[in-house]
């Protein structure tokens, strides 16, 4: 079975501080895609990143940068020098590698707050 | 281009009654798929649609379906509605089936039974 664990509920830090979302999964497909998400209040997901479990390479995208290891299962999001902006829901994501389409399995979200 | 449309965006309804919700996929995008976000349960698959045909389905009962037209716009159903029903519906349009052309969410449909 696929899950997804964050088990940081509410985070919340002052502006311009690093933070790091934590993610743990479970699958036992050696194929999976894994995802992060932003949830706004307005409602809609907006894709974050991608990573397939081949590619382990951590990524840095401006004040964003992920953390992808196997062997610990993990799949950390980091802000660096957080704004106020960022304040949202993050979601984390795992997906198997199907030919027939998509299945998500998302966690629980941490709902970040950055206080000016 | 316009991105994924949901509408309505607020929905009340009674205990009992059903409900359609609609999702317009963006220009071009042949897969629709449907998710329930609540507070307890999280965000939870439905199911998939592609060229009309449903590709996927998560582990919802029967009174949830969907169903998909030839302009790939999406709408699903849900019939003899629940409190437990309340929820925000979000649906996600993609190219194809799989990973590689990313899906893009919508802002979603709230669902309140009361």
């Known amino acids: 079975a696929q899950k997804v664990t964050q088990a940081q509920t509410e985070i919340s830090v002052v502006e311009k501080e690093d933070v790091t979302l934590d993610c743990v999964y479970e699958t036992r497909d050696t194929t999976y895609y894994l995802f992060w998400y932003k949830q706004p209040p307005s409602g809609e997901l907006v894709f974050l990143i991608r990573r397939n479990s081949f590619d382990e390479q951590n990524e840095i995208s401006g004040r964003y940068s992920w953390n992808f290891q196997k062997s610990t299962s993990s799949f950390n999001f980091t802000i660096t020098a957080s704004q106020v902006v960022d304040s949202a829901v993050y979601f984390c994501?795992?997906?198997?590698?199907?030919?027939?389409?998509?299945?998500?399995?998302f966690g629980t979200g941490t709902s970040l707050t950055v206080i000016p | 281009k316009a991105g994924v449309t949901q509408t309505p965006r607020y929905l009340i309804k009674t205990r009992g009654q059903q409900v359609t919700l609609s999702c317009s996929p963006i220009s071009g995008h042949r897969s629709v798929s449907w998710y329930q976000q609540t507070p307890g349960q999280g965000l939870q698959f439905l199911f998939e649609y592609f060229s009309e045909t449903q590709r996927n389905k998560g582990n919802f009962p029967g009174r949830f379906s969907g169903r998909q037209f030839s302009n790939s716009r999406s709408e699903m159903n849900v019939s003899t509605l629940e409190l437990g029903d309340s929820a925000l519906y979000l649906c996600a349009s993609s190219l194809a089936l799989g990973f590689d052309y990313g899906y893009t969410f919508g802002s979603g449909t709230r669902l309140t039974v009361v």
């Open positions: 994501a795992l997906s198997r590698a199907l030919n027939t389409g998509n299945q998500f399995y």
